[in-house]
């Protein structure tokens, strides 16, 4: 409940209390009135699971035929909720990455493409959200599992390529939009602060 719903329910206790309001303290409307307030702000329940799918819309950038920065990533899986509210789940990754340019002050330009396969573990972290259809938002974060697989391939330097490599295994990510309620149809959001569509089922 916002800081504001609270003093709302304040407020409207206190004057259901006090002699010479418009209703006087004698009568029981106000403070029936207050109780279908309170359920009216409380939040929605949430789902026990959600299914989630999760596409980067990463910018697409060209500087000629055969030199593009951008690519594509999908994460797609369920979050359960575990029983201390929190929601975690393994979800399956592919990635195709794809850069040119310069990485070094002395490096000259070069292009790569990282293609990768496999899984990753999520946890997700419930938070207030006014905004949101069921009163809450989830934070996700998530890391490579083991046995993730990546290729990297092109004409850049062998350690460049390596270092992109394990960047692209070890990295964690995150995430945050709302959530849906219980009995709530599906919802895609575009989450521009992050650069991913994310898919709430």
């Known amino acids: 409940m916002s800081s504001r719903s609270s003093l709302l329910v304040v407020v409207l206790a206190l004057a259901a209390a006090t002699p010479g309001a418009a209703q006087s303290a004698e009568r029981p409307t106000p403070l029936a009135l207050t109780a279908a307030s309170v359920a009216a702000l409380a939040p929605a329940a949430l789902k026990a699971e959600y299914r989630l799918r999760l596409t980067s819309t990463w910018p697409q950038l060209t500087a000629g035929e055969s ?111 709302p959530l849906t309620a219980e009995g709530s149809a599906p919802r895609t959001e575009r989450l521009e602060s992050y650069a991913w569509e994310v898919e709430v089922e």
Do not use: I
């Open 67 to 177: 030199c593009r920065n951008g690519g594509e990533e999908a994460l797609e899986g369920v979050l359960t909720r575990n029983p201390d509210g929190t929601y975690s789940g393994r979800f399956t990754r592919h990635t195709e990455l794809l850069f040119c340019g310069a990485h070094g002050p002395a490096a000259s330009a070069c292009s790569l493409v990282l293609t990768g396969k496999g899984t990753v573990d999520m946890t997700g972290t419930v938070l207030g959200d006014e905004g949101s259809p069921s009163g809450r938002s989830l934070r996700v974060t998530w890391t490579p599992a083991p046995g993730h697989a990546a290729e990297v391939t092109g004409q850049c330097a062998d350690a460049f390529k390596r270092a992109v490599r394990e960047m692209y295994l070890s990295t964690p990510h995150a995430a945050e939009f």
